[in-house]
């Protein structure tokens, strides 16, 4: 029995010591791989196709300063004011399953940086359970400019691409710190799905969501 309850704290303790290691080491240095990106390329090679893997750091400040910007109208509104959890769109969303509603999206850009940097994009309740303890712990190590450089460096942008570089590379030939607004609020129009809609042949459906983020965009204030 001792012999289990010590097997049972060193977990404990190897499980937050090593995950505290990870977003402290994270606050400081670039992301060089997410778990998605090993789970996209066993994909790749399961069906026979040769790897595709485009990804490349730079800093924000590197970046069009419209790309946070873009992304925060179309996924995160209020971004800068929550601390990792948007309570509205979380009570909107319960809301809404509760009045039989199509379900909605109440993921903060925090909580998606924590899961496409420590975790996997399969939903379930063990892994929501850790989204929120990667949440938590990255909103009180990082400060909104570095899960914002973390977010837009490592999230899925295209089929094999992933971060700003490499989508604006890949689908507008310039460097990410060259695209435009429309380019910006074209890209973050496919975010929900970048799988299926492409910001290099964009569809009437996706053209339309640009021009919403770009109405959006005006009310949202860049990092004081």
């Known amino acids: 029995m001792k012999k289990i309850q010590k097997l049972i704290q060193w977990i404990v303790l190897s499980f937050f010591g090593s995950t505290i290691f ?19 390329c066993a994909q790749q090679v399961g069906r ?31 971004f800068l004011q929550h601390h990792g959890f948007d309570v509205v769109e979380i009570q909107n969303a ?46 009180l190590c990082w400060s909104k400019q570095r899960i914002m450089e973390v977010y837009l ?36 129009a496919t975010l929900p799905n970048p799988l299926k809609y492409s910001s290099k042949n964009p569809s009437r459906y996706m053209l339309k969501r640009q021009t919403a983020i770009m109405r959006q965009m005006k009310h949202i204030d860049l990092f004081k």
């Open 22 to 40: 990870f977003v402290i080491l994270y606050r400081f240095v670039p992301v060089p791989v997410t778990p998605l990106m090993f789970i996209r």
């Open 94 to 139: 319960v809301e809404e399953r509760m009045a039989g509603k199509r379900r909605r999206g109440g993921s903060t850009i925090s909580q998606q940086t924590a899961k496409n940097v420590f975790l996997w994009p399969t939903s379930s309740w063990v892994r929501k359970g850790l989204e929120a303890y990667f949440t938590a712990l990255i909103e």
């Open 48 to 78: 026979g196709e040769k790897i595709r893997l485009k990804h490349h750091w730079v800093p924000l400040d590197e970046m069009s300063k419209y790309l946070p910007v873009a992304v925060m109208a179309s996924e995160d509104q209020r």
């Open 153 to 188: 460096n490592s999230i899925e942008m295209g089929d094999g691409i992933y971060g700003a570089e490499a989508v604006a590379q890949q689908h507008f030939g310039r460097p990410a710190e060259k695209l435009t607004r429309a380019n910006c609020a074209l890209i973050a």
